[in-house]
T-cell receptor, first 112, second 117 residues
Framework: GNSVTQMEGPVTLSEEAFLTINCTYT??????LFWYVQYPGEGLQLLLK?????DKGSNKGFEATYRKETTSFHLEKGSVQVSDSAVYFC???????????FGQGTRLTINP | GAVVSQHPSWVICKSGTSVKIECRSL??????MFWYRQFPKQSLMLMAT?????????EQGVEKDKFLINHASLTLSTLTVTSAHPEDSSFYIC?????????????FGPGTRLTVL
C-alpha cells in the first residue's frame, strides 16, 4: 500500500539557518504530495502541495519539489524563523483515492 | 474561509461511557469528511471516511461498532466513541472536503483530546 516516510525529529535549529526535512514515499501511479504544518494548539494547515512530477510547491518561503525518480518530496527553507516552530507532516493522496496518508511528523524548534 | 470546527476541544470521561465529537464545516458544504486519530508524537491514522447521507467507510482494524460515525448533513459529521476505555484516549481530528472540489482540498479541524479515566 501507499506509505510516507519522513525524517525523524525533533529538529532544533537557530534562527536564519537552512532547513531540510526529508520525505520519501511509496505509491503506485502518480500520487499528489503535500506538506502540512501543525502549530501548537492548532489544527493542520496545508503548507504546500505538488500534483505531478517535477512540480515545485512553495509557500511562506518553504519549497518542495516532486521527484518521481527518487520518490521524494523534501521540504526546504533558506532562512527559518522562530515562528516556523511547529510539527510538519508529509502526506500523499494516491492516484484516484480520496484519503491522505501521512508520515510520522517532524517537530521543528527554532531558537532565537 | 474554509474553516472546520470541532466540539468539544477536550473531554474527560469515565470508562464505559460514550462520548460524541462533532465536526462542522462553518463556511462551506462538505460531501466528504474524514476522521483521524493521532497518538502522542505519532502520525495521523485515518479511521474512517464519512460521506453525507451514506454509511461511513472504515479503515482496516477500526471497529465500526465502537466508533460510530454519522454524517447527517453537508456541514456536520459526528464521531461517537461507545463504551470508552482508557486505550481510546487520544487526539481525534476531522477534516472536510468541500463539495465539488478536488480531494486535494481538505481542511482540518483543531482536534478533540479525549481522556478516558
Amino acid at each position: 500500500g501507499n506509505s510516507v516516510t519522513q525524517m525523524e525529529g525533533p529538529v532544533t535549529l537557530s534562527e536564519e539557518a537552512f532547513l531540510t526535512i526529508n520525505c520519501t514515499y511509496t505509491a503506485t501511479g502518480y500520487p499528489s504530495l503535500f506538506w502540512y504544518v501543525q502549530y501548537p494548539g492548532e489544527g493542520l494547515q496545508l503548507l504546500l502541495k505538488a500534483t505531478k512530477a517535477d512540480d515545485k510547491g512553495s509557500n511562506k518561503g518553504f519549497e518542495a519539489t516532486y521527484r518521481k525518480e527518487t520518490t521524494s518530496f523534501h521540504l526546504e527553507k533558506g532562512s527559518v524563523q522562530v515562528s516556523d516552530s511547529a510539527v510538519y507532516f508529509c502526506a500523499l493522496r494516491g492516484q484516484g483515492a480520496q484519503k491522505l496518508v501521512f508520515g510520522q511528523g517532524t517537530r521543528l524548534t527554532i531558537n532565537p | 474561509g474554509a474553516v472546520v470546527s470541532q466540539h468539544p476541544s477536550w473531554v474527560i470521561c469515565k470508562s464505559g461511557t460514550s462520548v460524541k465529537i462533532e465536526c462542522r464545516s462553518l463556511d462551506f458544504q462538505a460531501t466528504t469528511m474524514f476522521w483521524y486519530r493521532q497518538f502522542p508524537k505519532q502520525s495521523l491514522m485515518l479511521m474512517a471516511t464519512s460521506n453525507e447521507g451514506s454509511k461511513a467507510t472504515y479503515e482496516q482494524g477500526v471497529e465500526k461498532d465502537k466508533f460510530l460515525i454519522n454524517h447527517a448533513s453537508l456541514t456536520l459529521s459526528t464521531l461517537t466513541v461507545t463504551s470508552a476505555h482508557p486505550e481510546d484516549s487520544s487526539f481525534y481530528i476531522c477534516s472536510a472536503n468541500p463539495q465539488g472540489s478536488s480531494y486535494n482540498e481538505q481542511f482540518f479541524g483543531p482536534g478533540t483530546r479525549l481522556t478516558v479515566l
